[in-house]
């Protein structure tokens, strides 16, 4: 007998941390009518997943909450680098780096820059948001079971506090379900990767005096090598909230119950060298660090997303960014799929375009952790290491040479080893600014609720073009004239060259996803602009 349905929604997010919220978040904005349950009464207490790195930081922007998390964010504003010393009490200290961004020159790429906003304090800033746009969020509500057929997913949930169950019926479930992933397990995807790297026990801990003892070093992070008490020390609010991360060793018979407050104060003091420090322990919580890929992102209508699909050491913290940028990838197809204007080949994509960023990203995060000694981490011989170049490649540049992209580079590598970001197919399009009305916007502004085609001197034909494929499959696209004239929409700033800096010519047209990612690219003058998008409109959407 089938149960009967006490809800129906077109989108069900199982998991309720960063990932899954910045999935409701993204929906939301898109007009996605969804339900996320979290098993959890309430957002992550404990202050980690702090790094935010600027691709993620462009995607809050353009969702509208990159202001109210950087006010979250704000007590660790002036905090830079990674400083790795014996301890804090001696002379010798090196820094693994001092400031994200040396020299400013981020900003010439992007209209956003990294960001330090710890989980506990970043997930309710994105709760805030995504009910604000229509975001269904049940905490403390978990998955029972699920089964998918060929229109859909019956999913059966249970409130965590009064034991009651009910039935969802969905069109599309969204696996934010972390590491130990039950709808990936339900599904048999299996994993490949190194597995676990490592073992640590986060320790939140208060202590006053030791912000004397750290001084103006405002780092992100500090690793203490103390051979005998190593682990990282990240401060909280600089003052006298902080956390130390030290190695848990498992394989050795070590326990949980083994990290008692007596051994944690102990611990604290020996690695910062403040002997009489003291210290008053408020919270333990383990984590593991490993490198993991699932073998496939999606199973008929389920599909996988951050953790649930994939691991990284938190070296360079690149996980929780890669899963934030999975959900905002999925969020857009998904959209065009369920309004009619996408076929649901456009969901194979997401895979298509995620797995191998998951596979490069996490391979860079483990020799990031080698390179920075990352208390723990012991590589396995062999296992590479030595100085990263270009780490901000990993984070901004990283491209699709297959996907819903049309005439990409198929030898185009997934993580370049040099930043290039000029308006190739599959790479994130370029930033520039732009003027129209008073108001001064980014290019990335464009780009969330629609495909955008920017085109220059044959603008007239381009826009007929859009209309056109407008008419023909119903899809979201607008059309701006970048230039000086009267009759166009966005003026570039002074001495810039918009068909320059996206590697076209005035007569030709860029067209950009709603994602921010160039979809094609005409590199000069088309014979018949018309049938050219429709051409590509047929084959980015999977209509005939």
């Not at 002379?91 to 992007?110: C, H, M, N, T, V």
């Amino acid at each position: 007998m089938n149960p009967t349905v006490e809800d129906r929604v077109p989108v069900l997010i199982v998991g309720g941390s960063l990932v899954g919220l910045s999935a409701s978040l993204f929906l939301g904005r898109l007009g996605v009518r969804h339900l996320l349950v979290e098993k959890h009464a309430d957002t992550s207490r404990h202050p980690r997943g702090r790094g935010n790195n600027v691709r993620t930081m462009e995607l809050y922007r353009v969702a509208g909450a990159e202001r109210p998390i950087r006010e979250a964010a704000s007590v660790l504003a002036a905090n830079h680098g990674i400083l790795q010393a014996p301890s804090l009490t001696g002379d010798e200290q090196e820094w693994l780096f001092k400031e994200i961004d040396p020299g400013g020159g981020l900003a010439r790429i992007s209209p956003s820059a990294w960001c330090l906003c710890s989980q506990n304090d970043l997930e309710p800033v994105l709760v805030r948001r995504a009910r604000e746009h229509g975001g269904q969020l049940r905490f403390a509500t978990e998955l029972v079971s699920f089964e998918q057929d060929a229109q859909g997913v019956t999913a059966v949930l249970r409130n965590r506090e009064t034991g009651e169950e009910s039935t969802v019926r969905a069109d599309y479930l969204i696996a934010a379900d972390g590491p130990r992933s039950p709808v990936r397990e339900r599904l048999g995807i299996g994993r490949t990767g190194p597995g676990d790297l490592f073992h640590n026990v986060s320790i939140t801990f208060r202590a006053p005096a030791l912000a004397d003892v750290v001084g103006d070093r405002h780092f992100i992070a500090c690793y203490l090598t103390n051979p005998e008490a190593d682990g990282a020390l990240l401060p909280v609010d600089n003052r006298a909230e902080w956390v130390f991360h030290a190695p848990w060793h498992p394989d050795q018979g070590e326990t949980l119950e083994d990290f008692t407050d007596e051994r944690c104060i102990d611990h604290i003091r020996r690695a910062t060298g403040a002997l009489d420090l003291d210290v008053e322990i408020t919270g333990k919580a383990p984590w593991h660090a490993a490198e993991r890929v699932a073998e496939r992102y999606a199973a008929g209508r389920v599909f996988l997303a951050g953790d649930s699909a994939h691991e990284m050491s938190p070296t360079g913290a690149f996980g929780s960014n890669t899963g934030i940028q999975d959900a905002h990838n999925l969020a857009w197809k998904l959209a065009a799929v369920l309004n009619g204007s996408a076929g649901p080949g456009l969901l194979a994509t997401y895979e298509a375009e995620r797995l191998p960023v998951a596979c490069e990203t996490s391979a860079r995060a483990s020799a990031r952790s080698a390179e920075h000694s990352h208390p723990g981490y012991v590589p396995a011989p062999g296992a590479g290491g030595g100085r990263q170049r270009g780490v901000l490649t990993v984070a901004l540049g990283y491209c699709y040479p297959e996907g819903a992209v049309v005439g990409a580079d198929p030898e185009l590598p997934v993580v370049p080893e040099q930043l290039r970001l000029t308006g190739e197919p599959g790479t994130r399009a370029p930033h520039m600014w732009l003027h129209a009305g008073g108001e001064r916007r980014s290019t990335l502004d464009l780009y969330e609720k629609s495909f955008v085609l920017l085109s220059g001197s044959d603008g007239d034909m381009w826009r007929t073009a859009a209309k056109g494929a407008v008419q023909r499959f119903a899809v979201a696209l607008d059309c701006y004239l970048i230039g000086t004239e009267p009759d166009d929409d966005l003026a570039p700033e002074e001495g810039v060259d918009w068909a320059e800096k996206h590697g076209t010519t005035p007569e030709g047209a860029v067209l950009v996803r709603p994602d921010g990612f160039v979809a094609w690219r005409a590199e000069g003058r088309v014979a018949d602009p018309e049938a050219a998008l429709a051409q590509v409109f047929a084959a980015l959407l999977g209509r005939d």
